[in-house]
């Protein structure tokens, strides 16, 4: 009865400790990242203070810009789009203990893939054709990546370098191919692939005024994280991210779950291309390479490579860069200073991993048990 | 003020009235609504505004424009060529109230103009980079000016300050616009010495500081002595031809701050004058076209102050050419004339004026560029 009494209020009693327990974590796992998000807030104030510049001025017009009118988070939810899919491409080889950067690859290959479907098959009907270049963005994206894990498995080729080396090769390879082959002759001065079909557009969720790639994103990060957290594969996938060479003792296919959930990481990120592509960009060009796969990483680190997290993470982070913008404008500081405030946020998130188990409320319970 | 700018004001009161209503119902609401009288023009560049480049020139325009009275400026830099810049766009006409929008990046016109401009159909956008057709809405525009002649200009200080008689060029891509400086600049040179040749270096990219460093130490260690580009921000060029002892002429904006002593001339943008006129005219409750282009007879450009490296000789057939340039009809592609793999681009007797839209799907480098467009 002593842990009850931990308990405060009249419902602890029929609440039982490990569900206490787990509560108690979940809480952890929401509370902590937010109290690192307010102290990275204070910190980055301390700098706005150094420059003359009012904190509280400079939060209103982040909340506005990001969140404070329906246009804001029209704003937000058109830059967490790409994020989300691109974040996954970082997440779920996290979850086998792979530390993959260079998912702008896979972004950029998916899009010269949607570019190529839409150059050799332009004739086909809108929903046939939006399918066909998933498929195909997903397959090259899924490869690349793969290719990665394979890499590594195989041949103990060190993952972080090779990914992001390849995405140079990725980036050259797009510049070859929207230059060279895939080229349409009339793109003069910004080389491009054939502009897609009118019918091969993808449009705007009706309501949100956000293209249909952050429902698939946010869909993309719910099944990746009942994949991991809810299924077998999931569980195999985690022993493996633990102990590779436990995993395999205990007859688990390292190599193809590797392979698989690299492959599964790339084909996210290369639908993320193919969005930018299909619904924002309307043929492959050279501006497919913005640099959404290396903010994917930031995101997939702060939601610990965890599918549910990454959303409110990338949304996050997306209105901080949503409110960029009106920050030069109205406080005349430089673009950087949302690239500061998302560094020192970033890192005191990730320090506060370093307190987890040790300021909690799981250890506050306990500690009222003694 | 007349029936151009009173929808747009009454369009931005709207807004500016939802949006004090909004902030009013979170209760929180930043200083600096912008105001409900006069001009707001917003300007986004790709990148730094003080790239001594590119984003430069137009920045250095914007700076003019900050003078007229009633004006307000908006800026934004390094926007990307993504969602971002139709979000920066909007953000400007729903936060700011701007009315007249000159986003300058090339990439930004297809689909990220194109796409806004139905939306919001009070707001005039001016597209620098000449795309505009008359299949695009009303409300865009677009402007550019022809700089070809520039670098021409650049090639006659070029080859007579070059003594190893090769000069070079550090260039972006191989597209039109770009093929057509590096030919205007080898061509004139050869008005000087037709035996100069031009080296040129395709980087891949707008802005690669690493590889225009590399092509430009590539270029010296064979032999280069006078060095242009097209890329961005030349500063990158500049400074490490001028480490080199290599001549310079600059592109874009005046970079003769970077090196004094080697800085020939260069071909820079106007834009002070492009935007003033254009903002006069919108304030004016006046139209502006929907095409608009110009050269150095329409102020469009302009060459840097003569450096003092430049010989007396080489003042005498710039001024020369200048002043033949700016009485009209001059050609810098006229025959005969042939690409450096042999064809004939030009025959004998023709000639292609600065306007000539054939000018505009240039794919050859003429004779004398030692380069690849592929």
Known sequence: MTTEAGLAGPAAGTIKAETAETLGRKLDAILLPLVALIVGMLIFS??????????????????????????????TLARAAPLLLAALCV??????GLVIIGGEGAIVL??????????????????????LMGIAAAI????????????????????TISSLLMAYIAIALMNHLVEGPLRDPASLNKPSTAPLPDAWRIGEIPGVGVHWGLAVGIVGCIVCWLLIERTTWGFAARIVGGNVKAAQIQGLPAGLLIIGFTALGGAFAGLAGMFEVAAVHGSA???LAAGYGYTGILIAFLARHNGLAIIPAAVVFAGFEASSGLIQRRLDLPDATILVLEGIVFITILLSDALQDKVSIVKLLKGDRT | MTKIWTPNRRQFLKSTAGVAGLAAASSILPGGIARAAGLTVGFIYVGPKDDYGYNQSHAEGAAVVKKIPGVKVVEEERVPETVDVQKTMESMINFDGATLLFPTSFGYFDPHILALAPKYKDVRFEHCGGLWTEKNPKNVGSYFGYIGMGQY?????????????????VAAKPIPQVLLNINSFLLGARAVDPTITCQVIFTGEWSLAVKEAEATNALADQGVDVITCHVDGPKVVMETGAGRGMYLCGYHANQSKL????????AEWNWGKVYTDMVNATLKGETIPNFVRGGLSEGFIKMSPLGPAVSEAARKQFESTQATILKGGFSVIKGPLKDNKGNVVAKDGEAFAETDVKLESMNYLVEGVVGSTS
């Open chain 1, 46 to 75: 301390i700098f706005l203070l150094f420059l003359g510049k009012s904190p509280i001025e400079f939060f209103q017009i982040v909340y506005k810009a990001g969140f404070g009118t329906p246009f804001s988070w029209t704003n």
């Open chain 1, 91 to 96: 997440a779920l080889p996290a979850r086998l």
């Open chain 1, 110 to 131: 998916g899009g010269v893939a949607a570019g190529a479907v839409a150059t050799f098959a332009p004739g086909l009907p809108g929903f046939l054709g939006i399918i």
């Open chain 1, 140 to 159: 090259v994206g899924g490869a690349w990546i793969g290719a990665i894990g394979a890499l590594r498995h195989l041949r103990g080729v060190n993952e």
């Open chain 1, 285 to 287: 060009n050279a501006s």
């Open chain 2, 153 to 169: 200009l650049n090639g006659i200080a070029a080859g007579h300050a070059t003594k190893s008689k090769k000069i070079g060029f």
């Open chain 2, 259 to 266: 090196a004094p002593e080697k800085y020939l001339t260069g």
